[in-house]
């Protein structure tokens, strides 16, 4: 079972700039079809300084740090046994390329089901942007299968 000590932990805050070919290509993976996302002229015709971020791309940049599940080793889950379990998404104002995000994150919650043969870890994120604006807050379901 998974310490519920590690509820309420704080995770080191990072930084991320958000890049216009990295937004391209993500837009191109993720089937984005309108051209803001791909178009730099489309996207500041539509209002937006330059390309926005599509949906989902703030919890890629989450896991670009050095290492991305520094999280499930500080709670002694194995890799191995989690499952992606649920996202959602509070977005507060557009984040678009040439962007500064700094993302906070911490432990939530941890609770378990079926006599602990399934553990949680909620994980919540708050990213804001240069002058400290709220962006989105991101949260995070894990699902670890227990033997």
């Avoid at 499952?83 to 941890?110: M, N, P």
């Avoid at 909620?122 to 699902?143: G, M, N, P, Q, W």
Wanted: aromatic share 8%.
């Amino acid at each position: 079972m998974i310490d519920r000590k590690h509820i309420g932990l704080e995770l080191p805050p990072h930084t991320a700039e958000i890049e216009k070919g990295r937004l391209r290509f993500f837009a191109k993976a993720t089937g984005q079809t309108d051209p803001v996302y791909t178009d730099e002229d489309a996207a500041i015709a539509a209002g937006h300084p330059s390309l926005p971020a599509p949906p989902t791309f703030l919890f890629c940049l989450d896991m670009e740090v050095p290492n991305p599940f520094a999280m499930l080793d500080r709670l002694g889950v194995e890799l191995g046994k989690i499952l992606h379990g649920e996202q959602t998404f509070t977005y507060y104002k557009t984040v678009c390329a040439g962007d500064r995000v700094t993302y906070r994150s911490r432990v939530a919650d941890i609770f378990d089901k079926k006599d602990g043969a399934l553990e949680f870890i909620i994980k919540e994120t708050a990213v804001t942007d240069e002058d400290e604006r709220k962006v989105a807050d991101l949260k995070s379901v894990i699902v670890v299968r227990n033997a």
